[in-house]
């Protein structure tokens, strides 16, 4: 649970542009949270469209559960953050993304309103402040976003071309760095990390392959941009038979060993043990 009381449901996150709202159900039936964006998923032209296509369905109700619904809103500071507010206000949808978020004074007027924040640092100014950000009592959750982050400091792109066969190129260290240290705050003040988008959506072995790691490095959740990437960072985040199993039997042991003892050849501890809850669900 985060510190204001609503859990994020996942792990796997999909982004849903807010101006299809024929898709939302369809993306919440496929992940195990939606974000609806009503900021780069939908051209400027479309947005407003898109409020109002978010404002009937909430009114409409039906297959929307608002603990499973994330809105992404519109930077501070622009007209359409003004407006995405207005909108959001007229549902009972509470937990909002805000898109490049780079301070903690700008989280002041969501918290009094009572909205859950999931802060995206995905500019130069988010990620240098990510401590305090993630400090903030509204602030449920942290996500980072490679690309924008990119453009923010006038790069070119976040990853390296392909080497070695693979679909999709490494991260470059900017984007490494950015990653663990949004992780790093989010968990040190005791909130929910979310790791960033997996852009190559046929590149599924690469997917995989970012979600274990991400699932292994401590995120709680991956958001993704397709219906099929769902699965498979679900998959990504599962422990496997293999591992509840080993999980189940080191903690049968712990319940009769007074402190640190080997089992299976390894050195067991409470670090090791909570790893071991975790694979189970706890």
């Given at each position: 649970m985060t510190p204001r009381g609503r859990a994020l449901i996942g792990p796997a996150l999909l982004f849903c542009p807010a101006d299809r709202g024929e898709r939302y159900a369809k993306a919440l039936a496929a992940a195990d949270s939606v974000i609806i964006d009503l900021e780069d998923a939908v051209a400027p032209?479309?947005?407003?469209?898109?409020?109002?296509?978010?404002?009937?369905?909430?009114?409409?109700?039906g297959e929307l559960d608002p603990a499973r619904v994330i809105v992404r809103i519109n930077p501070v500071g622009t007209l359409d953050h003004e407006l995405d507010l207005v909108a959001v206000r007229q549902t009972?949808?509470?937990?909002?993304?805000?898109?490049?978020?780079?301070?903690?004074a700008q989280l002041e007027a969501l918290g009094a309103e009572g909205f859950s924040v999931l802060a995206l640092c995905e500019t130069v100014a988010g990620v240098a402040r990510a401590d305090e950000i993630a400090a903030h009592p509204a602030v449920v959750a942290m996500m980072w976003g490679a690309e924008d982050l990119a453009a923010s400091m006038g790069g070119k792109g976040s990853r390296h071309e392909p080497t070695g066969?693979?679909?999709?190129?490494?991260?470059?260290?900017?984007?490494?760095?950015?990653?663990?240290?949004v992780l790093i705050e989010a968990k040190a003040a005791?909130?929910?990390?979310?790791?960033?988008?997996?852009?190559?959506?046929?590149?599924?072995?690469?997917?995989?392959?970012?979600?274990?790691?991400?699932?292994?490095?401590?995120?709680?959740?991956t958001a993704c941009i397709h219906p099929s990437q769902a699965a498979v960072i679900r998959a990504a985040y599962a422990a496997t038979p293999e591992e509840e199993a080993w999980a189940e039997r080191v903690l049968a042991e712990a319940a009769h060993q007074p402190g640190v003892f080997q089992f299976?050849?390894?050195?067991?501890?409470?670090?090791?043990?909570?790893?071991?809850?975790?694979?189970l669900g706890g």
């Open positions: 032209s479309d947005r407003a469209s898109a409020r109002v296509q978010l404002i009937a369905a909430a009114a409409a109700g009972p949808y509470r937990t909002v993304m805000l898109a490049k978020t780079e301070g903690a066969g693979r679909a999709s190129g490494a991260y470059r260290d900017f984007a490494r760095y950015a990653r663990s240290r005791g909130k929910l990390a979310i790791d960033s988008v997996f852009l190559n959506i046929p590149d599924t072995e690469g997917l995989q392959q970012e979600a274990s790691d991400a699932s292994m490095s401590g995120f709680d959740a299976e050849g390894k050195m067991v501890d409470e670090p090791v043990l909570r790893q071991a809850r975790k694979m």
